[in-house]
């Protein structure tokens, strides 16, 4: 999951180290997604456990920072609405990994994932009664259209385990849509705070369904990795949108995309389709219109 709370830019601003921990980011959140795959795909990971234990361990790594900077209120005047959002990102999370250990290719799965904003958008407009443009409607569309040709549900390659990153992209986006809601009347830092404490529990309850597997040599090797570098790709983010201006490094975030699609080539033999970069290119190029009639409405 790569969401973070944004913070506001120095005054000062530096773009180029913004854009760099950005990219960064992209980098260490393509490594949390191979090695996910890994664990769950070549070493038989259970999905909810690889779910569970990659949280477990990023709370683990993240708390002695969050301690030594004092770990903020948990006050809220929505407790209710917190909790959903974390059981909306748990359940999100769950669907990722499941897609990933069904050898879902990455670049795939992170291009349906890219369908978010516009699932944000389309509930802003339902839900929270905000006005969306027509031209705004018109990028939603086009970047749906982008999703249904990556998804290429008629095809006789097509399954159904493809659509759990779907099912994550849409649990995360509302995910956005409630934090929008949040940041109304609590504090950014408690908000963050019921995410980060409460994300691992919430993963462990929905993994003891089905029992929790302890991994291996080989498996716990890959697991502990993905944990660590899911704190520092969350690190990363806070880092891009502290030194520059968010309308700035977010289209370095679509870095993440051929990344991804050269992580599955390099260690699965996976090649991407025609079909997919046709559907990226549509989501990318809806999602940067977005940006700009945003910046532009700034």
């Given at each position: ?259 991804n699609v050269l ?7 996976w090649v991407p ?26």
């Open positions: 999951m790569s969401q973070s709370t944004l913070t506001k830019p120095s005054a000062l601003g530096a773009p180029v180290a913004g854009a760099f921990w950005m990219i960064l980011a992209g980098v260490a959140f393509t490594g949390v997604n191979t090695l996910e795959q890994i664990a769950t795909v070549n070493l038989h990971l259970p999905a909810s456990t690889a779910a569970f234990l990659q949280y477990a361990v990023a709370l683990v790594v993240i708390l002695p920072w969050a301690a030594r900077r004092g770990l903020p209120s948990l006050k809220s005047r929505r407790p209710g609405l917190q909790a959903l959002r974390v059981l909306l990102a748990a359940v999100g999370v769950q669907f990722w990994v499941l897609g990933l250990s069904h050898a879902v290719p990455i670049g795939q799965a992170i291009a349906l994932v890219m369908t978010s904003p516009f699932i944000v958008t389309l509930g802003a407009g339902l839900f929270l009664g905000e006005k969306v443009s027509l031209e705004r409607w018109l990028a939603v569309l086009v970047g749906f259209a982008g999703g249904l040709i990556i998804l290429d549900p008629f095809s006789a390659e097509f399954t159904t385990s493809i659509l759990y990153p779907l099912a994550a992209s849409v649990l995360w986006a509302g995910v956005s849509l409630i934090q929008k809601k949040l940041l109304a009347v609590d504090s950014p830092e408690a908000v963050t705070a019921w995410l980060l404490l409460l994300l691992a529990p919430v993963n462990l309850v929905l993994a003891l369904p089905s029992g929790i597997v302890m991994p291996s040599g080989d498996a716990w090797i890959a697991i502990v990795a993905v944990g660590i570098m899911t704190a520092a790709a969350q690190g990363f983010l806070a880092l891009a949108y502290a030194k520059a201006d968010a309308a700035y490094v977010q289209p370095f975030d679509h870095m993440k995309l051929p990344l992580a599955g080539w390099l260690v699965f033999g389709s025609s079909q997919l970069w046709l559907g990226a290119a549509l989501i990318v190029g809806a999602s940067m219109f977005l940006l700009w009639r945003e910046t532009r409405r700034q």
